[in-house]
């Protein structure tokens, strides 16, 4: 295999287990990220990258925000989150924006090796001892909501994102150095993609498929 990985998380120790796991399977020594503005960064510059393993807690990644931003910005590439959680909800939420597997920290480098080898060959890899919960009506609704935000185009996705943490129309232009026009225009494409009435349930209903709480 030749693929071209990024280690997302500010653990070095851990980065490090994660390249030894690698050895083999992937194709040139991994790019190594320690927040999410750097991992978004990496990407930008190196367009042969096609798998990132992205931890859910670390430098800039509210929840699985950092998983959402990466598929709206970079949707061909493959995301395997690796986290030290390994509550059920939280893993159907991140499968439900995206990504392609989950791999708990305390798994050995057997563990991580297979589940890599797995990922690439095109399946989807969960822990093996993961309990499956009875689909339930908020469930259907995650998914639902996680198939309107993938609609969103990038610009989209950072209005939405800060509109969730109560900024006005105006903040949100001076963060984003757009004019507060433009911003009415992501808002209302926002709202009609999510089939939300107004703002205010946009912005809780994006804390909630993002929360890891």
């Known amino acids: 295999m030749s693929s071209h990985v990024l280690i997302a998380d500010d653990h070095p120790l851990f980065r490090a287990a994660m390249c030894q796991a690698l050895a083999g399977i992937v194709g040139p020594s991994p790019l190594q990220a320690a927040s999410v503005e750097e ?49 059920p909800v939280l893993i159907h939420k991140a499968i439900d924006l995206g990504a392609c597997g989950y791999i708990p920290k305390s798994s050995s480098l057997e563990t991580i090796s297979a589940a890599v080898t797995q990922i690439l060959d095109g399946e989807q890899w969960l822990p093996a001892d993961m309990s499956m919960p009875v689909v339930s009506t908020e469930d259907i609704n995650n998914q639902q909501l996680a198939d309107r935000i993938a609609l969103l185009t990038p610009h989209q996705f950072k209005v939405l994102k800060l509109l969730s943490r109560g900024m006005l129309n105006k903040q949100i232009a001076y963060e984003l150095t757009i004019s507060e026009s433009t911003v009415k225009q992501h808002v209302s494409a926002i709202l009609r993609k999510l089939n939300m009435m107004n703002r205010t349930k946009a912005g809780v209903a994006f804390r909630h498929m993002m929360d890891v709480e």
């Open 39 to 87: 991992t978004l960064s990496l990407l930008a510059e190196d367009e042969n990258v096609d798998l990132v393993f992205l931890d859910v807690k670390m430098p800039g990644n509210e929840g699985l925000t950092g998983l959402s931003e990466i598929r709206s910005r970079f949707p061909n590439v493959l995301i395997v989150i690796v986290s030290a959680h390994d509550d």
